[in-house]
């Protein structure tokens, strides 16, 4: 009997929560079948079977949350005996001088890890039993930071006259309720659960909603995180009380992490840029052939700013070691970007982004966004940062005061790009002209760094943004 216990997700995580069985009692699995999916504080894991067996417990609840090395499920693969057994045996065995057939050292130890046991059958992915694969639908609540189809800013005062609208309504004017039943029967997965993405059915338990309630409008009648909220507002409306979402994965991670920021005495300097010639560059860079296929933004521009004046100020890139009373000041810049998704905010990070050029910063970029909308972000992907760039100019907002991540001393934040007054030339050139501006906003540990350094590092940003051919200086 093997034990299947919550393993280690790595940077230091203790415990994790079980969102979601793929498997139910009396189920066949096969080695590396997705049994189970969890969720650390960073990110949601699918766990597959070490071995091929027949399910025969779970020992853990959908919701719970557990230690890890806590056995949460047993998997009948025909010892006959779980790791607990087995050392009884083995501890009787050595008593008499004899061995135990039929069982393995690695498999009497109980310590074979996920993916890396001892069964005869090939290790090849198999696909789930009546499951069709489809592809992940995005979140319409990613940070979508790196997108910009269009020349960035507006006009305040543009009029937007609206027409008057002469179609006549139709129905349905909605997706009826039976779209998400088929022969009248409520659409389920092959465990008999109503058909949902693991990322909607944490929503709906948040809220406090039974799925058995709602009627999916999906692809073959999957339920929609729209479906969810739908539900919940109609059950809001006079026959429920408020609304109460736990605090469990990233949610809590983020409340954690706020709460150790303001330990931490913060201060910030900030400017308005203009960022003009910025924005042609961005326009120049779409027509050319490497980047055709990627997303560009302004983002991608700030990054290599942020690089570039990096080596400038090297102090930046740096965190406090208080047990040694140190500073720690990282040769490699593992630039995060902050990406706000269903699940709530994540940080995840480019590794040695300063030895990037603008094309691999760009195809990195576009990688990370992807993996963002699809839910595919590991703890891996959001440790060991040293550098945050935040971006609230995609919600039109001009500026603000970032927080700091624990175990960095800066964070740069982007405001909305506007078009405005700029006074432009010296002396008795000095005229108005409408330019496109932006606002820096740097927050800093003040134990690490102060004034003088946050402000030299912001103004070297704000020179190439200004002017990017002065990135050839740095």
Known sequence: MFEMTLPDPGEGLLEAEVVTWLVAVGDEVAVNDIVVEIETAKSLVELPAA?????????????DVVAVGTVIARIDDGSGLS??????????????GQEEPGLSADAASGS???????????????????????????????????????????????????????????????????????????ATDPVGRPLAKPAVRRLARDLGLDL?????????????????????????????????????????????????????????????????????????????????????SPIIVLAKAVCLAMARHPEVNSRLDLERQE???????????????????????IKRANEMNLLELAHALNDLVTKVREGRITPADAANGTFTITNVGVFGVEGGTPI???????????GTFNRRPWVVGEGADE??????????????DHRVLDGEQASRFLADVATILADPGLSLLF
């Open 404 to 414: 700091l991540n624990p175990n960095e001393s800066a964070i740069l934040l982007l």
């Open 83 to 96: 790791a607990q057994e087995a050392g009884a045996v083995d501890t009787g065995s050595r008593g008499s």
């Open 51 to 63: 071995v091929a067996g027949t399910v025969a417990e779970l020992l853990v609840a959908e919701g």
């Open 212 to 296: 058995a309630t709602v009627a999916g409008t999906g692809p073959n009648g999957t339920i929609t995180p729209t479906d969810v909220a739908q539900a919940a507002a109609g059950e809001a409306s006079g026959r429920r009380g408020p609304t109460r979402i736990p605090l469990r994965g990233v949610r809590r991670q983020m409340l954690q992490s706020m709460q150790a920021s303001l330990q931490v005495p913060q201060a910030s300097v900030w400017m308005d840029v203009d960022v003009t010639n910025t924005v042609e560059l961005i326009e120049q860079l779409k027509g050319r052939r490497e980047f055709a296929g990627l997303r560009i």
């Open 431 to 444: 005229r108005l002209e409408i330019r496109t501006v932006a606002k820096l906003t740097l927050t800093i």
């Open 112 to 186: 074979v890890l996920v993916g890396y046991g001892t069964p005869s059958a090939p290790a090849t992915r198999r696909a789930r039993k009546g499951v069709v694969a489809q592809p992940v639908p995005e979140t319409d609540q990613v940070h979508d930071s790196y997108g910009l189809d269009e020349t960035p800013g507006h006009r305040t005062d543009e009029p937007h006259p609206t027409n008057p609208v002469v179609d006549e309504p139709h129905e349905p004017s909605l997706p009826r309720p039976e779209a998400g039943r088929r022969g009248g029967q409520l």
């Open 327 to 349: 500073i720690i000041v990282d040769s490699d810049v593992n630039l995060g970007i902050a990406a706000a998704t269903q699940r709530g905010l994540v940080v995840p990070n």
